[in-house]
């Protein structure tokens, strides 16, 4: 009996393992931004820092429920897939002029690799799209994606700090 029961929570460990760390990875690195003191000088960085907080402050409960940490709400979860659909979509218009400013961290090949660039939020915008947010074992399935998405992009384009 004891057997069949560790392999039981074997297997349902494993399923539910990978999604768990991979989302709390990710919202490890998403949250890990520094505290800023200083404050952003040019209105245009910041309002492009402001699309991407939006898409974090979003993503941040679907990926507690899809960790477990709170319980998965289907209109919490349909609202925040609006958020994300609509913060990937402005990313290509908030980054279109290579504004800077000394706390950016925006890597200049975002201009010399445009069409690069806008292909990867084209595809974090589909993974927006394609969030299901009917069901808890669909966010589990749809979720990942979207989140490697957005770590994909920060990989090549936002520079360490
Ligand atoms: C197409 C590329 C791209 C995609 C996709 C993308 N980001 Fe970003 N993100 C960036 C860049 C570039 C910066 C740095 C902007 C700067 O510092 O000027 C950034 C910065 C951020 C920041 C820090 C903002 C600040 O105040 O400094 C957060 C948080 C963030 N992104 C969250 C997300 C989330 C969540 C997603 C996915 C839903 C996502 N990003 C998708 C390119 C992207």
Not at 14 to 34: D, E, Y
Not at 62 to 72: E, K, S, Y
Not at 79 to 98: E, M, N, W
Request: proline share 6%; net charge positive; charged share 20%.
């Amino acid at each position: 009996m004891f057997f069949f029961c560790s392999i039981w929570v074997n297997r349902l460990r494993s399923r539910v393992a990978t999604p768990l760390v991979v989302a709390l990875t990710v919202l490890l690195a998403l949250t890990a931004s520094a505290q800023q003191t200083e404050r952003v000088e040019d209105p245009d960085v910041q309002r492009r820092m402001d699309t991407m907080n939006a898409a974090k402050a979003a993503l941040v409960p679907l990926a507690q429920m899809m960790a477990g940490r709170i319980r998965f709400d289907r209109s919490i979860a349909a609202d925040a897939r609006k958020r994300l659909i609509r913060a990937t979509r402005s990313i290509p218009g908030r980054f279109r002029r290579p504004h800077s400013d000394p706390l950016s961290r925006a890597s200049p090949r975002i201009w010399a690799d445009w069409d690069s660039f806008t292909a990867r939020a084209r595809t974090a915008r589909s993974a927006a799209q394609g969030l299901n947010t009917q069901t808890l074992n669909g966010l589990r399935r749809t979720l990942p994606q979207l989140m490697q998405s957005c770590l994909g992009c920060h990989q090549s384009y936002r520079m360490p700090p």
